[in-house]
């Protein structure tokens, strides 16, 4: 046939294909998002999110000893309060859900698993925004700065060894930065959320934070058309401290991730949101596709795009998946 390259010889075995593959999946490049509920008696199930719930203080230190076992890089810790203001007064309670879910985890493990706070407001304000608003209604960027300063302090005293600036407002991570520096804490880690859209993906999520969101987010985080802007706002994200730089959602949102994996010389991060795993759960429920395979492929072109670091509702589920070989 005069054929000289034959690319099927490098198919031939699983070993084989094992060997030569491109782009693997480590368990510890895996962080595993956890909500915990106050005074709720029993985990409670998330709509839209097969296998996910709002835990109580028993079920959230099982599913630490779930993912130091598993041996996932990290937990992504969401709190949801009983209460709620218009300031968010619950988010800087040092004694509140989530700062006590902190606690409780670090002193679980130690360091055997990297603890990650949320930092931002919108689980805690009672019209859902992720900072505080106006006299006219909108989210007040310089006063929610001072907010989330005063947040990163708590979460940081608590024993987050990184906190996730996932707000959008401009200014955070320098904001953040300096106040954790300013306090003893130069050794916590900043995951900037750098290039956050506006993600029509986000909908379960907000049922897992019980969100009071009143009208949208459009002011703060990014139009799904723009791409450029993605790049500034990672300029200023390093440019402010950034350790670590996130995108999201994944998927839609592929072109973004791999554009800043190539512009940055930090880790890059990317979010599997929670619509995109209802995506994937309702086509396996319904027999369209290989649950297990649609996972880790999604998972691998995350990775493949340029994430060092994946969140995801799945990693539990993966890194098992991940040691089957399979």
């Known amino acids: 046939m005069g054929i000289i390259e034959r690319p099927r010889r490098l198919r031939s075995t699983p070993i084989l ?51 130091v076992k598993a041996g996932i890089g990290g937990v992504m810790i969401f709190g949801i309060p009983a209460k709620r203001d218009e300031q968010g007064s619950e988010g800087l309670n040092p004694e509140g859900v ?90 916590v880690l900043i995951l900037a959320y750098a290039a956050k859209y506006a993600s029509a993906f986000y909908g379960p999520f907000r049922d897992a934070v019980e969100s009071q969101l ?11 058309g723009n791409f450029k802007e993605s790049l500034r706002e990672v300029r200023l994200d390093l440019a402010q401290g950034a350790d670590i730089i996130m995108v999201k959602p994944a998927l839609a949102y592929l072109d973004v991730l791999y554009a800043t994996s190539l512009a940055v010389d930090v880790p890059t991060a990317s979010y599997i949101v929670s619509g995109e795993m209802a995506m994937v759960e309702a086509a396996a ?15 691998s072109s995350v990775r493949r ?15 098992e998946l991940v040691k089957k070989g399979l």
């Open 98 to 187: 989530l700062a006590a879910a902190i606690r409780d985890a670090r002193a679980q493990v130690n360091d055997d698993l990297v603890i990650i706070g949320d930092l931002c407001l919108d689980e805690f304000t009672s019209h859902g925004h992720c900072g505080v608003l106006n006299s006219k209604g909108a989210v007040d960027n310089d006063a929610t700065l001072e907010i989330y300063g005063q947040m990163a302090q708590v979460l940081a005293s608590a024993g987050a060894h990184m906190v996730g600036t996932s707000g959008m407002m401009d200014g955070q991570v320098g904001v953040v930065r300096k106040a954790l520096d300013a306090n003893g804490f130069t050794d």
């Open 305 to 319: 795009a340029g994430a060092s670091i994946i969140c995801t509702y799945w990693a539990l589920e993966a890194a």
């Open 214 to 224: 009143q009208g949208d987010r459009r002011t703060y985080q990014q139009d799904p």
């Open 285 to 299: 429920a319904q027999g369209s596709l290989d649950r297990e395979r649609g996972i880790l492929e999604i998972l």
């Open 17 to 67: 294909r094992a060997m030569v593959r491109e782009t693997g999946l480590e368990p510890s490049s895996l962080i595993l998002p956890l909500f915990i509920r106050e005074g709720i008696p029993e985990p409670r199930p998330i709509a839209g999110m097969p296998g996910v719930v709002q835990h109580t203080k028993d079920s959230f230190r099982r599913q630490i000893d779930l993912a």
